[in-house]
């Protein structure tokens, strides 16, 4: 685990700057306004390092929300597929309490795939490894949309 601090403004005005990511996108994903996204990804506005300089601009949670979605875009897209795959399953069966046997069902995957899947994804078949993937993502995503919606106060 590396001990470097993300900055989170330097990073969110570099994925928008490189064309990874529209303030749009950021937008619809955030729920934050565009026009407070363009003045926080404005060069004009770096009179301070980090997100905490902008802490007048952004909620608690509308800071909370950027931060993770930065340090997904940026930091975790180094992780290796499989070491994902791993914690999807892993956030399935420990997080949401689905068995191997759940997932295998809701999957149309072999359950001893999935049980080799949680140990290690290198050991199942790459045509498997990557249907596991792309199906547990999404069940991943079902499971979280019907997660109630954390309360505001």
Known sequence: MSTDSLDTM?????????????????SAATGI?????????SESVDDGSGIT???GLLTSEETVRVTGLVARL????????????????????CTL???PTNIAAL??????????????PRDVAMDTRYALAVRASYLLHAMGDAAPSPQVR
Request: charged share 25%; hydrophobic share 45%.
């Open 107 to 120: 999957t149309g995957i072999d359950v001893a795939a999935v049980d080799a899947a949680l140990h290690d």
């Open 74 to 93: 940026t930091a975790g897209s180094g992780v290796d597929d499989d070491i994902r795959l791993r914690s999807i399953l892993e956030t399935l069966t």
């Open 53 to 55: 300089a902008h802490a």
């Open 33 to 41: 306004s565009s026009t407070l996204l363009l003045r926080l990804t």
């Open 10 to 26: 330097r990073e969110l005005r570099r994925v928008v700057a490189e064309g990874r990511i529209t303030i749009g996108s950021l």
């Open 97 to 99: 309490e689905l068995t």
